[in-house]
């Protein structure tokens, strides 16, 4: 029998890689350090629907067995109780610990970057960004560069996303540990892939680094998050992840 629906097939998985209207969860991530930062948030919010749930249910206990029209005596001296003091004392801080491990140690994978295997260097000007492979160069012998502007909304063709898509995106290959290092040309910038997990400044007279290694091919798409004056919300980012076959070929055509 035919099938009739090829999107909705087992094998097929359609991946939220870029914002949608009214969007409130995170997008779909496609490295560790997001699916770390998505796993992370469950568990916190886990311990956020508890303490919600119980707080709740304690002011509700007082208002209903406490009130006035049920209890008329006040009890001069019965307003203290060692044990419940150290239950919420204590609680809070096992909560915390719980949190803090988990967050610590995301935070750390987070900022290591170990033995990448390419650089890509990045600049934030006004309003645009600037890429470097330092890795590689072309037929002069200088490193591959190139200029990302933002397609105006009157150039947009089938598919593009309004604000979102580059004239030149950021081609990387996937299953690769790649390290970027942004600054920032004139004022500060911030380099933000969500879908990634990547969050940088980008500051003047400064070079900070972070990596990532994407797991999926696709296109991840960003902005700037560090307001940088009047056209801040019109640099936009967009990074595609390909095999490393097609990687090689991109290469040799920017050579």
């Known amino acids: 029998m035919f099938n009739l629906f090829p999107l909705f097939s087992a094998n097929t998985a359609i991946f939220n890689d870029a ?3 009214w969007q409130l969860g995170f997008q779909d991530g496609a490295s560790p350090t997001q699916e770390g930062i998505t796993e ?8 956020l629907v ?4 119980g707080v709740l249910w ?8 406490f009130n006035s029209n049920k209890s008329q005596l006040v009890y001069k001296y019965a307003n203290h109780g060692t044990l419940i003091e150290l239950i919420w004392t204590i609680t809070p801080a096992l909560v915390l610990i719980a949190i803090a491990f988990p967050s610590f140690k995301l935070l750390y994978l987070m900022d290591e970057v170990i033995s990448p295997s ?3 260097k990045v600049a934030g000007h006004q309003w645009y960004w600037s890429y470097e492979y330092s890795d590689f160069i072309n037929e002069d012998g200088e ?18 996303l309004r604000l979102l898509d580059v004239d030149n995106r950021v081609v990387v290959p996937i299953d690769t540990h790649i390290r970027f290092i942004v600054t920032g040309a004139d004022v500060i910038h911030d380099f933000a892939v969500p879908s990634l997990g990547l969050k940088i400044d980008a500051v003047p007279g400064r070079l900070n ?3 990532v290694l994407i797991e999926r091919e696709g296109v991840f798409y960003g902005q700037c998050s560090e307001i940088c ?3 801040h919300g019109f640099m936009p980012i967009a990074i595609e992840a390909v095999t490393p076959e097609k990687y090689l070929a991109w290469i040799d055509s920017q050579a």
């Open 143 to 160: 490193s591959i560069e190139f200029d990302s502007y933002m397609v105006p909304e009157t150039d947009l063709e089938n598919g593009q």
């Open 19 to 21: 914002p949608q209207p």
């Open 50 to 53: 508890v303490i919600c749930f």
């Open 40 to 47: 992370l948030h469950d568990s916190i919010f886990f311990y």
């Open 209 to 211: 680094q972070t990596s």
């Open 229 to 231: 004056g009047v056209y």
């Open 58 to 65: 304690v002011l509700s206990s007082v208002i209903v067995n």
């Open 118 to 120: 390419m650089t890509v």
